[in-house]
């Protein structure tokens, strides 16, 4: 008997999943039935995870996408309070690398045979000339395809020269959705950064957006929030990274970011949003060994290897001597044990 009513109880605790994962699928999910997914823990999370593989699987197979990012300054004009690169971080050394420097780096990624090269930077305009010139140089004589920006808001007009230059995608993450918030910790309005996203589209830039999961201050209606908006802005990609707390920064000591709280989100995406991509992030690593593993686990299908040069990443400490650096044999090995393949051609030349 006693038996009997466990096996009915599984049973329903299995259509109750069913029933949520359907709805997540078809996009008619309300705000609590997320909030109860993103909390999830044991056969729930399993579950979640599963299904976030299967349409991972479903649309792009077994392939991973492999970037090659070169950081190429860390001067910003902004002071976004999580920030290390904030302009009012005095403790760290500000570099701006030259054209031909950032095209030594765009060479060897494209040797490696890595199919996108990931420009990065703080937010800082003297580098937007030297971008433009180096990008033509780039695509006339290493002939890559896929170069994807993160530089911050921009006027539109900027944005079309970097398209004209060869860009074809750009990153500008919403970090979080909710106005005041971003307003407290950006020092800036998020109805801009929408903008720049609008721009960027109309642009017919593929566009990438995202969260940063346990900012101070959040609370989880933000990330059902983060993630609704991230479906309304229906961008190319999409990523959330767990908040690590950054030395010289006003959040130096808040806690970290939840490890399991951005896995759920990174399948809930993955569900909801389908074909979109999703990075395992190098955050990911930090807060636990075997992280981006997890991210993969999860759903994603994007790994990022550090490129910037060493000088520079020991001598400037680039942002934070927290971070996890992501080197091309920790990627190929994460991608290897998730059971995946990287889109890694032949070594060029
Ligand atoms: N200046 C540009 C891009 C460089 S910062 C911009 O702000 O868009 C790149 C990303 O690093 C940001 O989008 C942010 O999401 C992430 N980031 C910065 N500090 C972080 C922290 N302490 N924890 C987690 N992610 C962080
Ligand atoms: Fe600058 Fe971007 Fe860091 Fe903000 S998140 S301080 S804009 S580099």
Known sequence: MMQKAKKLETKKIKNHIDDLIEKLKSGKINKSEITYLLKAKGNLQKELFEQARQIRQKYYGNKVFVRGVIEISNYCRKNCDYCAMRYLNKKIKRYGLTSEEIFSVAKQIRKLGIQTLFIQAGENLNMDKIVEGVL??????????????????????????????????????????DSKLF???????????????????????????????????????????????????????????????????????KPYGNLNLTLNTMAILRIMLKDILIPTVSALEKIKKGGQLLGFNAGANVITVNFTPLSYREKYSIYSKKRFVVSLNHALDTIKLAGLNSDIRKRWK
Not at 161 to 173: D, E, H, T, V
Not at 228 to 240: C, G, Y
């Open 136 to 177: 033509l140089k780039i695509k006339k004589e290493l002939k890559i395809n896929n170069i994807i920006l993160c530089l911050g808001n921009r006027a539109k007009e900027q944005y079309k020269r970097f398209k004209q230059s060869g860009a074809n995608a750009y990153i500008l993450k919403i970090e979080t959705s």
């Open 183 to 253: 307003q407290k910790i950006r020092h800036e309005p998020l109805r801009q950064r929408v903008q720049c996203l609008k721009w960027l589209k109309e642009l017919k830039f593929k566009v990438g957006t995202g969260n940063i999961t346990g900012l101070p201050g959040q609370t989880i209606d933000n990330i059902v929030d983060d993630i609704l908006l991230a479906k309304k802005l229906n961008t190319d990609f999409v990523s959330t990274a767990p908040f690590i707390p950054n030395e010289n920064t006003p959040f130096e000591n």
